[in-house]
């Protein structure tokens, strides 16, 4: 081979490499710039959000608030820190669309529990105020209570009454657990419920509706005395209000009524909807969502109805409860679940009604056939979030 092919081979593979090299270092370096804009912006929004979310608490807490009649106890990060023993991994109680929730002990030996902001949380900043401002001026034993919080350090956390049997989903869709939650217990639980319902549309100072009521933002205390916990998505409404309309819905799929996840219309009745399914689920021990009926494919809301249909609702009891349970108190229950979930929300009963139907014996109406018999076809935005709570619904639903 001549000298000067030689020199041509070697000049193109130099050639080559310097390109190789030049591609690389290129594809490198916008990978770095990448990475680097992403990681300025996460630390930035988080910034943002405690920003405001110091400018909230602030303005509620100090002397040029509106709410300055109201105290809430401000605890200072290292206080937090060292009642959860530095935020350890022992004292991890779960993971929310907030972040991390840490159990602790204050030097009295009261109990807690601190929702601890995370840089990645699922819920914004206006979740995480309306938790704030909507909570901490109610009081009602089947609330959970706020005990205080921390905005400091560029960290912002909330400080609630620790719940030993932590939240209702935990116990009763678990096979074994489940055997804890006799019908006494069971009972006890839907009457909490309701009476705290009761207490949030009616009887509050604020009157406001919670919009994601479910098995998982049921807290249990000591005794199994129900807490409504999760008040982020809540709204408040005034007393003439019979509905407030949305394009934003949010909540948890199995418990949205369909005139919210279709027309994105909410009122006190969308939350008798998702109380309805949460007496189903806790007479069956079945969750909602999940439940897919071998013989019709009917959800747990059509299994329920064509059980009462048939005479046959006792079908429904949890394997767990059918030992303990008092045959006509559970009938009753199946009923005034089957007429809060009623497709139309003006056939559904407000919650005074189902408190006063849950306590006395009285003749009750008949149901008309529930919404959503069969699972419908939802495609959430981020599958990732269906484990928590804000779920945006994209799609339209069609009820029965
Ligand atoms: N006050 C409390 N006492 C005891 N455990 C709690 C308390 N609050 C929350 N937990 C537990 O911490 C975990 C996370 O709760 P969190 O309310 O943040 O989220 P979640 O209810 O699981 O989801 P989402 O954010 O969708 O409501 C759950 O296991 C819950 O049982």
């Not at 009763?172 to 006494?184: C, P, Y």
């Not at 329920?304 to 030992?323: I, M, N, P, Q, T």
């Not at 303990?324 to 139309?344: A, D, K, P």
């Amino acid at each position: 081979m001549a000298a000067s092919e030689l020199t041509g081979i070697k000049s193109d593979f130099n050639k080559k490499k310097v390109i190789e090299v030049a591609l690389g270092s290129s594809v490198g370096f916008i990978l770095i710039c990448l990475a680097v804009v992403v990681y300025i912006r996460k630390k930035w929004s988080h910034a943002q959000i405690q920003g405001t979310l110091m400018k909230t608490l602030c303005e509620d807490y100090t002397d040029g608030g509106q709410n300055k009649d109201v105290e809430l106890p401000f605890f200072s990060f290292s206080e937090v820190s060292k009642l959860t023993n530095n935020f350890s991994t022992d004292n991890k109680l779960g993971q929310g669309g907030f972040g991390p929730v840490y159990k602790g002990v204050m030097e009295d030996g009261r109990e807690i529990a601190v929702k601890r902001l995370s840089e990645t949380s699922t819920q914004g900043v206006d979740e995480f105020k309306n938790e704030v401002r909507c909570i901490h001026r109610l009081q009602h034993r089947n609330l959970v209570k706020l005990l205080g919080f921390c905005a400091q350090k560029n960290e912002i956390m909330l400080i609630y009454e620790y719940m030993p049997n932590r939240s209702l989903d935990q116990i009763l869709f678990d096979e074994t657990r489940s055997s804890m939650l006799d019908w006494n217990h069971r009972c006890r639980i839907i009457n909490g419920i309701a009476r705290g319902l009761l207490y949030l549309h009616q009887d509050s100072c604020l009157r406001i509706i919670h919009r994601d009521l479910k098995a998982g933002n049921i807290l249990l205390d000591n005794d199994m005395n129900p807490k409504i916990s999760d008040f982020g998505l809540a709204r408040r409404f005034k007393g003439y209000e019979t509905g407030s309309n949305t394009k934003n819905v949010v909540g948890t799929y199995g418990y949205i009524p369909p005139e919210y996840a279709v027309h994105g219309i909410f009122s006190t009745k969308s939350d008798v909807f998702s109380f309805g399914v949460l007496v189903l689920e806790i007479v069956s021990g079945m969750k909602n969502r999940e439940f897919s009926s071998q013989e019709h494919g009917d959800n747990l809301l059509g299994h329920a109805w064509r059980l009462y249909k048939d005479d046959k609702s006792l079908d429904l009891v949890g394997r767990s409860l059918r030992e303990s349970c008092i045959i006509l108190e559970v009938l009753r229950s199946i009923h005034i679940g089957l007429l809060c979930v009623q497709n139309q929300p003006e056939d559904r009963p407000t919650m005074s009604s189902v408190v006063l139907m849950l306590g006395n014996d009285g003749v009750l109406p008949q149901p008309k056939p529930p919404a959503f018999f069969t699972e419908p076809d939802l495609h959430p935005v981020a599958p990732t979030t269906q484990q928590f709570s804000v779920v945006n619904i994209t799609t339209s639903l069609t009820g029965r």
